[in-house]
Structure formats: C-alpha cells, structure tokens
C-alpha cells in the first residue's frame, strides 16, 4: 500500500464520526441497475450472503437487504456502525460486524460477493485483497462501486465544484479518483469490468447544505473557513436553484471482478 493510502486508511476509522445525521439523510443511494448487475453477473439469488466492507451507515447494505440478500455490514467507525444498526433493525438478514477491510472477522470461504460502495478508496491494498480471498467462496466476485458526482455538466455544479477545491480542507487528497487502473489492475485477481448507471439527487437548501457537510473534507462548524464556505454555498444556490431545488448528477460506477 502507498503512504498516502496507508495514512487515509489510518484516518478513515475516525473521519466522519461528527457527520453521521448528515450522511444518513443527504447521501445518495444507487440505483437500481446495481442490483440487477449483481444478480445477472455476480449470480446473487436468495440464498447469497454479501459482505458489505466500509458499510457505514447502512445505505448500500439497505439496497441489498431489500432486494432479499442476507447482508453483514462490516464497519470499524462506531457512530456510522450504530446508525446502520437503527437503520437496518427490522431486517433479520442483517448482521453487524466491528471490523475493518483488512480484519473483517469473518469465517474462511462464507460470502458469495464481498462489495464495498463509497469506501474501497479508503483501504485499497495487499492486506484488504488477501482478505477479500479469504473471506469469498470459490468463485465469489469482488464489486467496488461509487457515486461519481459530475463536476461540469451544469453551471450550479461548476461553481460547487469551485467551492470544494476552495474550502475543501483535504479534497484533492482523500477523493476516490485516487484509484486508478493500476491500482484496480493489481487488485482484482484476473479481468474487472466496469458498468456505468446515471443517478441524481435534488435538494432544497437545507438538503444542499447537509449534503455538503455530510463530506469528511468540508469544514465543520467552529472551523475558520466554515461560515465563508456556507455563505458562498447560499450564493451559488440562489443563483441556480429553480422552483426552490438544485441537482446533483453523478454516474454510479460499479467495477465487478474476481
């Protein structure tokens, strides 16, 4: 692992432990594509067991919980772990695990697909990958999948785009861009594929300015930058919004392999 995945891999245990309410409510789930990819690719029936590593706060475990998947969310963040424990609490194909990509505590060969939604650029590396062959079944499948917010397609996303790169406290470092295909390549035992779904979410202000804060690299309140950056977003949403409400565009990107 490279010292910067290894320093963001030591800080994302902690990061968003001050932002969970905002992730439960503002972040974006996935559409339903991903499911059927899953099904159809990776063979998923009734009777699969996913492991959902970096589970947070339950968003992607919650897609396949409804789609009839037995589920076990393997979270080392105690805030985002609790609120997927409320989350999710009417579902017995749930289990929560205190763990981490690289100690999942999970049996040898017991899940069919080992799936990390918004998180694998946190823990990317060797010790993840034996792992994740590990904890898989002969023939399990590996999918890594991410809302990739779109940064030009509109003026509002253009200027929002401006205010992260100019408040952002350590933006440019801790996006997942920072996967590459070298690093996909070394990952996956033998050849992924990439599939690509549109998603989008709108919000009023209230929504746009949790959504904002829901990120790790937006600063909080009580940081010098804060109310300048919450000033500019209210600039930029008055200038944008019609009828009250704002996009966001992403691609959701989902890499399936072995």
């Known amino acids: 692992m490279s010292p910067l995945l290894t320093d963001m891999a030591t800080d ?12 439960v409510r503002y972040r974006p789930s996935y559409p339903p594509e991903v499911v059927d990819l899953l099904e159809r690719e990776a ?6 067991v996913v492991a959902d590593i970096g589970s947070g706060t339950g968003i992607s475990a919650e897609m396949l919980l409804k789609a009839g998947f037995s589920v076990i969310g393997v979270e080392p963040n ?5 609120a997927a424990e409320r989350l999710l609490a009417d579902y017995t194909n749930f289990k929560s695990v205190e763990g981490t990509a690289q100690e999942t505590t999970l049996p040898d060969q017991s899940v069919d697909l080992v799936l990390a939604a918004q998180a694998f650029h946190w823990f990317a590396g060797e010790e993840t990958r034996a792992e994740f062959s590990r904890i898989l079944k002969p023939g399990g499948k590996v999918a890594l999948l991410w809302n990739v917010r779109l ?45 690509k779904f549109p998603n989008v979410q709108t919000f009023d202000y209230e929504g746009l300015e949790g959504r904002l804060l829901s990120s790790s690299y937006a600063p909080a309140p009580g940081h010098p ?13 008055g200038l944008y919004q019609q009828g009250g409400m704002v996009s966001i565009d992403y691609i959701t990107e989902v890499y399936l392999g072995e």
Request: proline letters at 2%; hydrophobic letters at 30%.
């Open 151 to 195: 940064v030009d397609t509109t003026p509002f996303l253009r200027d929002y785009e401006a205010l992260l790169l100019r408040y952002g406290t350590d933006y440019n470092t801790v996006r997942h861009e920072t996967i590459d295909s070298k690093i996909l390549g070394g990952f996956f035992r033998r050849m992924y594929d990439l599939h």
């Open 43 to 48: 063979g998923l029936s009734s009777d699969s």
């Open 78 to 82: 105690g805030p985002m772990r609790e």
């Open 225 to 237: 930058n804060h109310a300048s950056m919450i000033a500019e977003l209210k600039r930029i949403f």
């Open 12 to 23: 994302s245990t902690k990061r968003f432990s001050d932002r969970v309410e905002n992730y």
